[in-house]
Protein backbone atom coordinates (compact mmCIF):
# COMPACT_ATOMS: atom_id res chain seq x y z
CA UNK A 1 0.00 0.00 0.00
CA UNK A 2 1.41 3.03 -1.18
CA UNK A 3 1.14 6.07 1.21
CA UNK A 4 0.12 9.35 -0.40
CA UNK A 5 -1.52 12.25 1.31
CA UNK A 6 -4.70 13.79 0.03
CA UNK A 7 -3.56 16.11 -2.56
CA UNK A 8 -6.59 18.18 -2.29
CA UNK A 9 -9.11 19.93 0.39
CA UNK A 10 -11.94 17.88 0.85
CA UNK A 11 -14.48 20.13 3.05
CA UNK A 12 -17.96 18.93 2.84
CA UNK A 13 -20.24 21.42 1.23
CA UNK A 14 -23.93 20.21 1.90
CA UNK A 15 -24.96 19.81 5.44
CA UNK A 16 -24.43 15.49 6.78
CA UNK A 17 -27.80 16.51 8.11
CA UNK A 18 -28.90 15.70 4.92
CA UNK A 19 -28.65 12.19 5.80
CA UNK A 20 -31.11 12.22 8.14
CA UNK A 21 -33.67 13.34 5.50
CA UNK A 22 -33.61 9.76 3.82
CA UNK A 23 -35.37 7.30 6.24
CA UNK A 24 -33.74 4.14 4.74
CA UNK A 25 -30.33 4.95 5.69
CA UNK A 26 -31.34 4.01 9.15
CA UNK A 27 -30.52 0.73 8.19
CA UNK A 28 -27.54 -1.40 9.26
CA UNK A 29 -25.91 -4.52 7.49
CA UNK A 30 -23.57 -7.04 8.84
CA UNK A 31 -23.20 -4.57 11.96
CA UNK A 32 -22.00 -1.79 9.46
CA UNK A 33 -24.58 1.33 8.95
CA UNK A 34 -25.64 1.13 5.15
CA UNK A 35 -23.17 2.99 2.87
CA UNK A 36 -25.51 3.20 -0.30
CA UNK A 37 -23.21 4.08 -3.02
CA UNK A 38 -24.98 2.88 -6.14
CA UNK A 39 -26.93 6.33 -6.67
CA UNK A 40 -26.26 5.94 -10.56
CA UNK A 41 -28.96 2.72 -10.64
CA UNK A 42 -31.41 4.30 -8.26
CA UNK A 43 -31.14 7.31 -5.77
CA UNK A 44 -33.17 7.24 -2.21
CA UNK A 45 -35.91 8.88 -1.25
CA UNK A 46 -36.27 11.76 1.10
CA UNK A 47 -38.81 11.76 3.43
CA UNK A 48 -40.26 15.30 1.92
CA UNK A 49 -41.02 13.25 -1.40
CA UNK A 50 -42.61 10.36 0.68
CA UNK A 51 -44.72 12.58 2.50
CA UNK A 52 -45.93 14.23 -0.72
CA UNK A 53 -46.94 10.43 -2.29
CA UNK A 54 -48.69 9.86 0.86
CA UNK A 55 -50.60 12.77 1.02
CA UNK A 56 -51.41 12.63 -2.43
CA UNK A 57 -53.03 9.63 -2.18
CA UNK A 58 -55.11 10.94 0.83
CA UNK A 59 -55.94 13.99 -0.31
CA UNK A 60 -56.56 14.09 -3.95
CA UNK A 61 -56.29 10.66 -5.29
CA UNK A 62 -59.23 9.94 -8.04
CA UNK A 63 -57.96 9.82 -11.69
CA UNK A 64 -57.05 12.65 -13.91
CA UNK A 65 -58.67 15.15 -16.18
CA UNK A 66 -61.55 12.57 -16.48
CA UNK A 67 -64.35 13.55 -13.87
CA UNK A 68 -66.28 16.83 -13.68
CA UNK A 69 -65.77 16.76 -9.60
CA UNK A 70 -63.89 18.97 -7.16
CA UNK A 71 -61.51 16.05 -5.96
CA UNK A 72 -60.62 14.54 -9.72
CA UNK A 73 -59.83 18.56 -10.45
CA UNK A 74 -57.69 18.65 -6.92
CA UNK A 75 -55.68 15.36 -8.71
CA UNK A 76 -55.46 17.22 -12.05
CA UNK A 77 -54.29 19.85 -10.81
CA UNK A 78 -51.71 18.37 -8.50
CA UNK A 79 -50.54 16.48 -11.96
CA UNK A 80 -49.91 19.73 -14.23
CA UNK A 81 -48.47 21.58 -11.47
CA UNK A 82 -45.83 18.79 -11.40
CA UNK A 83 -45.44 19.43 -14.88
CA UNK A 84 -44.93 23.17 -14.00
CA UNK A 85 -42.23 22.14 -11.47
CA UNK A 86 -40.32 19.55 -14.54
CA UNK A 87 -40.29 22.54 -16.78
CA UNK A 88 -38.88 24.94 -14.48
CA UNK A 89 -36.04 22.70 -13.34
CA UNK A 90 -35.02 21.67 -16.99
CA UNK A 91 -36.21 25.39 -18.57
CA UNK A 92 -38.41 24.54 -20.68
CA UNK A 93 -40.37 27.05 -22.32
CA UNK A 94 -43.74 25.64 -22.41
CA UNK A 95 -45.11 22.83 -19.79
CA UNK A 96 -46.92 21.24 -22.51
CA UNK A 97 -43.58 20.38 -23.47
CA UNK A 98 -42.85 17.90 -20.65
CA UNK A 99 -44.70 14.51 -21.60
CA UNK A 100 -44.88 12.25 -18.33
CA UNK A 101 -43.23 8.88 -19.38
CA UNK A 102 -42.42 5.51 -17.32
CA UNK A 103 -38.66 6.00 -16.80
CA UNK A 104 -36.19 6.81 -19.65
CA UNK A 105 -36.54 3.55 -21.79
CA UNK A 106 -39.78 4.54 -21.62
CA UNK A 107 -39.15 8.23 -23.36
CA UNK A 108 -36.86 6.18 -25.70
CA UNK A 109 -38.92 4.08 -27.06
CA UNK A 110 -41.45 6.49 -27.60
CA UNK A 111 -39.24 8.23 -29.39
CA UNK A 112 -38.20 5.51 -31.42
CA UNK A 113 -41.91 4.52 -31.92
CA UNK A 114 -42.78 8.03 -33.17
CA UNK A 115 -40.30 10.11 -34.48
CA UNK A 116 -37.94 7.52 -35.65
CA UNK A 117 -40.61 5.63 -37.62
CA UNK A 118 -41.96 8.69 -39.27
CA UNK A 119 -38.41 10.26 -39.86
CA UNK A 120 -36.03 7.16 -40.46
CA UNK A 121 -36.27 5.15 -43.54
CA UNK A 122 -34.66 2.44 -45.64
CA UNK A 123 -30.70 3.54 -46.10
CA UNK A 124 -31.01 6.42 -43.01
CA UNK A 125 -28.39 6.44 -40.54
CA UNK A 126 -29.14 6.51 -36.93
CA UNK A 127 -25.83 8.02 -34.97
CA UNK A 128 -25.46 6.67 -31.38
CA UNK A 129 -21.99 6.83 -29.26
CA UNK A 130 -20.10 3.72 -28.18
CA UNK A 131 -20.59 4.66 -24.59
CA UNK A 132 -24.98 4.03 -24.32
CA UNK A 133 -26.92 2.46 -21.96
CA UNK A 134 -28.57 -0.72 -23.63
CA UNK A 135 -31.80 1.85 -23.27
CA UNK A 136 -30.32 4.88 -25.26
CA UNK A 137 -29.57 1.59 -28.11
CA UNK A 138 -31.68 -1.20 -28.30
CA UNK A 139 -34.73 1.31 -29.25
CA UNK A 140 -32.65 2.78 -32.27
CA UNK A 141 -30.93 -0.86 -33.09
CA UNK A 142 -34.66 -2.37 -33.60
CA UNK A 143 -35.73 0.99 -35.18
CA UNK A 144 -32.92 0.02 -38.17
CA UNK A 145 -33.67 -3.55 -37.95
CA UNK A 146 -37.20 -2.62 -38.55
CA UNK A 147 -36.69 0.45 -41.27
CA UNK A 148 -33.30 -0.70 -43.24
CA UNK A 149 -31.58 2.02 -41.56
CA UNK A 150 -28.02 2.19 -39.89
CA UNK A 151 -27.16 2.11 -36.76
CA UNK A 152 -23.49 4.58 -36.91
CA UNK A 153 -21.79 4.19 -33.72
CA UNK A 154 -19.38 7.15 -32.58
CA UNK A 155 -16.43 5.24 -31.19
CA UNK A 156 -15.22 6.15 -27.27
CA UNK A 157 -11.48 7.17 -27.04
CA UNK A 158 -8.88 5.79 -24.92
CA UNK A 159 -10.15 8.26 -22.04
CA UNK A 160 -13.84 7.43 -22.25
CA UNK A 161 -14.53 10.72 -24.07
CA UNK A 162 -16.60 11.33 -27.15
CA UNK A 163 -14.37 13.17 -29.75
CA UNK A 164 -15.95 16.15 -31.08
CA UNK A 165 -14.36 15.89 -34.31
CA UNK A 166 -14.50 12.16 -34.32
CA UNK A 167 -18.52 12.67 -33.63
CA UNK A 168 -18.91 15.33 -36.38
CA UNK A 169 -17.24 13.21 -39.02
CA UNK A 170 -19.64 10.70 -38.99
CA UNK A 171 -22.65 13.55 -39.96
CA UNK A 172 -23.38 12.00 -43.18
CA UNK A 173 -26.18 13.21 -45.46
CA UNK A 174 -28.27 10.16 -44.52
CA UNK A 175 -28.00 10.52 -40.83
CA UNK A 176 -31.70 11.58 -39.47
CA UNK A 177 -30.70 11.36 -36.23
CA UNK A 178 -28.36 11.77 -33.26
CA UNK A 179 -29.08 9.62 -29.85
CA UNK A 180 -26.66 10.34 -26.79
CA UNK A 181 -25.97 9.97 -23.34
CA UNK A 182 -25.58 13.47 -21.71
CA UNK A 183 -23.54 11.96 -18.98
CA UNK A 184 -21.91 7.85 -19.20
CA UNK A 185 -23.60 5.54 -16.26
CA UNK A 186 -20.19 3.57 -16.64
CA UNK A 187 -17.34 6.62 -16.77
CA UNK A 188 -19.19 9.93 -15.18
CA UNK A 189 -18.36 11.11 -18.16
CA UNK A 190 -19.78 14.16 -19.41
CA UNK A 191 -20.41 14.56 -23.21
CA UNK A 192 -19.84 17.79 -25.42
CA UNK A 193 -23.68 17.71 -25.67
CA UNK A 194 -23.99 21.20 -26.64
CA UNK A 195 -21.39 21.42 -29.14
CA UNK A 196 -23.13 17.75 -30.47
CA UNK A 197 -26.34 19.30 -30.74
CA UNK A 198 -24.91 22.35 -32.50
CA UNK A 199 -22.92 20.37 -35.27
CA UNK A 200 -26.09 18.04 -35.58
CA UNK A 201 -28.38 20.60 -35.96
CA UNK A 202 -25.90 22.43 -38.60
CA UNK A 203 -26.97 19.84 -40.60
CA UNK A 204 -31.08 19.78 -39.61
CA UNK A 205 -30.40 16.18 -37.88
CA UNK A 206 -32.17 16.33 -34.32
CA UNK A 207 -31.07 14.99 -31.45
CA UNK A 208 -32.12 13.02 -28.33
CA UNK A 209 -30.25 13.23 -25.35
CA UNK A 210 -30.28 10.60 -22.88
CA UNK A 211 -30.37 12.65 -19.52
CA UNK A 212 -30.54 9.90 -17.18
CA UNK A 213 -27.26 10.28 -14.99
CA UNK A 214 -27.18 14.09 -15.52
CA UNK A 215 -29.85 15.42 -14.29
CA UNK A 216 -29.21 14.40 -10.76
CA UNK A 217 -25.92 16.29 -10.79
CA UNK A 218 -25.41 19.21 -13.05
CA UNK A 219 -28.01 22.25 -13.75
CA UNK A 220 -30.01 20.91 -16.77
CA UNK A 221 -31.03 23.63 -19.26
CA UNK A 222 -32.51 22.28 -22.09
CA UNK A 223 -32.81 25.62 -23.86
CA UNK A 224 -28.94 26.21 -23.22
CA UNK A 225 -27.84 22.90 -24.50
CA UNK A 226 -30.42 23.38 -27.54
CA UNK A 227 -31.61 19.66 -27.29
CA UNK A 228 -34.32 18.47 -29.30
CA UNK A 229 -35.30 15.74 -26.65
CA UNK A 230 -34.14 15.13 -23.97
CA UNK A 231 -35.13 11.76 -21.06
CA UNK A 232 -34.66 11.10 -17.66
CA UNK A 233 -36.32 8.98 -15.25
CA UNK A 234 -37.50 10.49 -11.63
CA UNK A 235 -36.45 7.62 -9.71
CA UNK A 236 -32.40 8.96 -10.44
CA UNK A 237 -32.89 11.83 -8.92
CA UNK A 238 -34.70 10.94 -5.88
CA UNK A 239 -38.35 11.03 -7.13
CA UNK A 240 -40.07 7.78 -6.71
CA UNK A 241 -39.78 4.75 -9.67
CA UNK A 242 -42.36 4.44 -12.35
CA UNK A 243 -42.20 7.90 -13.48
CA UNK A 244 -39.93 9.93 -16.57
CA UNK A 245 -39.75 12.56 -18.24
CA UNK A 246 -39.36 12.99 -22.16
CA UNK A 247 -38.74 16.85 -22.72
CA UNK A 248 -39.57 17.43 -26.27
CA UNK A 249 -39.66 21.04 -28.20
CA UNK A 250 -42.87 22.04 -28.77
CA UNK A 251 -43.17 22.49 -32.44
CA UNK A 252 -41.66 18.61 -33.03
CA UNK A 253 -43.98 17.07 -30.52
CA UNK A 254 -46.54 18.73 -31.71
CA UNK A 255 -45.76 16.48 -34.93
CA UNK A 256 -45.38 13.17 -33.64
CA UNK A 257 -47.69 10.74 -34.19
CA UNK A 258 -49.35 8.56 -31.44
CA UNK A 259 -47.29 6.55 -29.43
CA UNK A 260 -49.41 4.07 -27.83
CA UNK A 261 -53.74 4.64 -28.10
CA UNK A 262 -55.73 4.54 -25.56
CA UNK A 263 -57.97 6.58 -23.15
CA UNK A 264 -56.86 10.41 -22.71
CA UNK A 265 -55.70 10.55 -26.30
CA UNK A 266 -59.18 11.81 -28.02
CA UNK A 267 -61.10 13.91 -28.74
CA UNK A 268 -64.01 11.71 -29.60
CA UNK A 269 -64.05 8.37 -31.39
CA UNK A 270 -66.34 6.21 -33.70
CA UNK A 271 -65.68 2.64 -34.86
CA UNK A 272 -64.85 4.09 -38.51
CA UNK A 273 -63.99 7.57 -38.95
CA UNK A 274 -60.65 8.65 -38.36
CA UNK A 275 -59.70 9.59 -35.39
CA UNK A 276 -58.91 12.96 -34.11
CA UNK A 277 -56.40 13.57 -31.31
CA UNK A 278 -55.89 15.78 -28.35
CA UNK A 279 -52.75 17.86 -28.23
CA UNK A 280 -49.48 16.88 -26.72
CA UNK A 281 -48.28 15.97 -23.89
CA UNK A 282 -52.08 14.51 -23.58
CA UNK A 283 -51.64 12.55 -27.09
CA UNK A 284 -48.50 10.82 -25.76
CA UNK A 285 -49.56 10.09 -22.63
CA UNK A 286 -52.42 7.12 -23.19
CA UNK A 287 -54.30 5.45 -20.16
CA UNK A 288 -54.37 6.92 -16.93
CA UNK A 289 -50.82 8.29 -15.94
CA UNK A 290 -48.58 7.74 -13.16
CA UNK A 291 -50.08 11.30 -10.90
CA UNK A 292 -48.42 9.98 -7.73
CA UNK A 293 -45.54 9.89 -9.17
CA UNK A 294 -45.20 12.94 -11.09
CA UNK A 295 -46.22 14.69 -7.47
CA UNK A 296 -43.55 12.56 -6.12
CA UNK A 297 -41.06 13.88 -8.91
CA UNK A 298 -42.33 17.36 -8.11
CA UNK A 299 -41.05 17.04 -4.56
CA UNK A 300 -37.67 15.59 -5.34
CA UNK A 301 -37.04 18.33 -7.31
CA UNK A 302 -38.10 21.40 -4.99
CA UNK A 303 -35.87 19.25 -2.34
CA UNK A 304 -32.86 19.73 -4.84
CA UNK A 305 -33.24 23.27 -5.08
CA UNK A 306 -33.65 24.07 -1.73
CA UNK A 307 -30.41 22.05 -0.79
CA UNK A 308 -28.71 24.18 -3.82
CA UNK A 309 -28.45 22.93 -7.33
CA UNK A 310 -24.73 24.43 -7.01
CA UNK A 311 -24.16 22.70 -3.72
CA UNK A 312 -25.73 19.52 -4.85
CA UNK A 313 -23.23 20.03 -7.65
CA UNK A 314 -20.24 20.88 -5.64
CA UNK A 315 -20.70 18.47 -2.81
CA UNK A 316 -20.48 15.30 -5.29
CA UNK A 317 -17.49 16.69 -7.28
CA UNK A 318 -16.07 16.77 -3.73
CA UNK A 319 -16.62 13.10 -3.51
CA UNK A 320 -15.84 11.88 -6.94
CA UNK A 321 -12.40 13.59 -6.58
CA UNK A 322 -12.22 12.25 -3.08
CA UNK A 323 -12.90 8.82 -4.41
CA UNK A 324 -10.48 9.15 -7.16
CA UNK A 325 -7.54 10.21 -4.37
CA UNK A 326 -8.54 7.41 -2.11
CA UNK A 327 -8.47 4.71 -4.75
CA UNK A 328 -5.14 5.55 -6.01
CA UNK A 329 -3.70 5.02 -3.06
CA UNK A 330 -4.59 1.50 -3.45
CA UNK A 331 -2.16 -1.30 -5.36
CA UNK A 332 -4.02 -3.09 -7.79
CA UNK A 333 -7.03 -0.45 -8.17
CA UNK A 334 -7.29 1.04 -11.22
CA UNK A 335 -9.65 4.20 -12.02
CA UNK A 336 -10.99 3.50 -15.34
CA UNK A 337 -11.57 7.05 -17.27
CA UNK A 338 -11.67 10.05 -16.41
CA UNK A 339 -13.70 10.83 -13.85
CA UNK A 340 -12.51 13.70 -11.89
CA UNK A 341 -11.52 15.55 -14.82
CA UNK A 342 -15.49 16.64 -15.24
CA UNK A 343 -17.04 14.88 -12.11
CA UNK A 344 -20.38 13.63 -12.31
CA UNK A 345 -20.97 11.58 -9.63
CA UNK A 346 -19.69 8.38 -10.56
CA UNK A 347 -16.34 6.55 -10.17
CA UNK A 348 -15.67 3.26 -11.82
CA UNK A 349 -12.26 0.92 -10.88
CA UNK A 350 -11.35 -2.58 -10.70
CA UNK A 351 -8.90 -4.38 -9.16
CA UNK A 352 -5.89 -6.72 -10.77
CA UNK A 353 -7.12 -9.96 -10.96
CA UNK A 354 -10.10 -9.70 -8.65
CA UNK A 355 -13.45 -9.89 -10.01
CA UNK A 356 -15.79 -7.00 -9.82
CA UNK A 357 -18.51 -9.25 -8.54
CA UNK A 358 -16.07 -10.65 -5.68
CA UNK A 359 -15.49 -6.80 -5.21
CA UNK A 360 -18.58 -5.67 -4.55
CA UNK A 361 -19.54 -9.05 -2.44
CA UNK A 362 -16.70 -7.90 -0.21
CA UNK A 363 -17.84 -4.43 -0.09
CA UNK A 364 -21.35 -5.73 0.98
CA UNK A 365 -19.71 -7.80 4.06
CA UNK A 366 -18.80 -4.31 5.23
CA UNK A 367 -22.02 -2.89 4.66
CA UNK A 368 -21.17 -0.73 1.38
CA UNK A 369 -23.78 -0.92 -1.40
CA UNK A 370 -22.01 -0.62 -4.62
CA UNK A 371 -22.88 -1.75 -8.52
CA UNK A 372 -20.35 -4.58 -10.21
CA UNK A 373 -20.52 -5.14 -13.86
CA UNK A 374 -21.13 -4.27 -17.28
CA UNK A 375 -24.04 -1.81 -16.13
CA UNK A 376 -26.21 -2.63 -19.01
CA UNK A 377 -23.48 -0.96 -21.39
CA UNK A 378 -21.47 -4.44 -22.48
CA UNK A 379 -21.15 -3.03 -25.79
CA UNK A 380 -18.78 -0.42 -23.83
CA UNK A 381 -17.14 -2.45 -21.61
CA UNK A 382 -15.99 -4.69 -24.69
CA UNK A 383 -14.51 -2.28 -26.02
CA UNK A 384 -12.63 -1.15 -23.40
CA UNK A 385 -11.41 -5.28 -22.67
CA UNK A 386 -13.05 -5.15 -19.19
CA UNK A 387 -15.43 -7.78 -18.07
CA UNK A 388 -16.61 -5.52 -15.71
CA UNK A 389 -16.09 -2.69 -13.52
CA UNK A 390 -17.01 -1.72 -9.71
CA UNK A 391 -18.98 1.49 -9.91
CA UNK A 392 -19.97 4.16 -6.67
CA UNK A 393 -22.13 6.65 -7.57
CA UNK A 394 -22.72 8.66 -5.36
CA UNK A 395 -25.58 11.24 -3.96
CA UNK A 396 -26.29 14.24 -1.53
CA UNK A 397 -26.11 12.14 1.18
CA UNK A 398 -23.06 10.19 1.11
CA UNK A 399 -19.78 11.69 2.90
CA UNK A 400 -16.13 11.63 2.99
CA UNK A 401 -16.26 8.96 5.63
CA UNK A 402 -17.82 6.84 3.31
CA UNK A 403 -14.89 6.80 1.04
CA UNK A 404 -12.94 6.54 3.89
CA UNK A 405 -14.96 3.45 4.43
CA UNK A 406 -14.55 1.92 1.12
CA UNK A 407 -10.66 2.26 0.89
CA UNK A 408 -10.60 0.68 4.28
CA UNK A 409 -12.43 -2.26 3.38
CA UNK A 410 -10.45 -2.61 -0.19
CA UNK A 411 -7.28 -3.15 1.87
CA UNK A 412 -8.42 -6.43 2.97
CA UNK A 413 -10.02 -7.43 -0.63
CA UNK A 414 -8.82 -11.08 -1.63
CA UNK A 415 -9.88 -12.92 -4.67
CA UNK A 416 -13.44 -14.45 -4.01
CA UNK A 417 -15.05 -17.25 -5.77
CA UNK A 418 -15.81 -15.36 -8.82
CA UNK A 419 -12.05 -14.54 -9.45
CA UNK A 420 -11.65 -18.52 -8.81
CA UNK A 421 -14.15 -20.44 -10.51
CA UNK A 422 -15.62 -18.11 -13.07
CA UNK A 423 -13.36 -15.10 -14.00
CA UNK A 424 -15.05 -14.56 -16.99
CA UNK A 425 -18.66 -14.59 -16.19
CA UNK A 426 -20.60 -11.68 -16.41
CA UNK A 427 -24.58 -10.49 -16.05
CA UNK A 428 -25.89 -6.66 -16.05
C1 LIG B 1 -27.55 6.52 -19.06
C2 LIG B 1 -28.80 5.73 -18.77
N1 LIG B 1 -29.76 5.70 -19.68
C3 LIG B 1 -30.90 5.03 -19.48
C4 LIG B 1 -31.13 4.36 -18.31
C5 LIG B 1 -32.41 3.63 -18.11
O1 LIG B 1 -33.15 4.23 -17.09
P1 LIG B 1 -34.50 3.56 -16.57
O2 LIG B 1 -34.16 2.14 -16.23
O3 LIG B 1 -34.87 4.36 -15.40
O4 LIG B 1 -35.48 3.65 -17.68
C6 LIG B 1 -30.14 4.34 -17.32
C7 LIG B 1 -30.30 3.57 -16.08
O5 LIG B 1 -29.37 3.16 -15.46
C8 LIG B 1 -28.95 5.06 -17.56
O6 LIG B 1 -27.98 5.09 -16.65
Known sequence: ??????????????????????????????????????????????????????????????????????????????????????????????????????????????????????????????????????????????????????????????????????????????????????????LGTVNPVREMIAEAHRRDVRVVVDGAQAIAHRTVDVRDLDADFYCFSGHKVYGPLGVGVLYGKREILAELPPYQVGGGTVKGVTFTAPVSYVPTPARLEAGTPHMAGAVGLAAALRYLDGLGRDAVSAHQEMLVRQAVDALNTLDGVRVVGDPASAPNGIVSFVVDGIHPYDVGGHLDQHGIAVRSGVHCASTFLDSMDLVGTVRMSFAVYNTSDEIELVRRALETLRPGPWTKDRPTTRFL
Open 1 to 186: MTDVAPARDHTEVLPRSVRHDFPILRQTFNGYPLTYLDNAATTQKPQAVLDAITDYYATANSNVGRGYYQLSMRSTDRYEQARAVVQRAVNAEHPDEIVFTAGTTAAVNLLADTFGRKHVGCGDEVVVTGMEHNSNTLPWRRLAEQSGARLVVVPVSENGSVDIDTFTSVLGPRVRLVAVSHVSNV
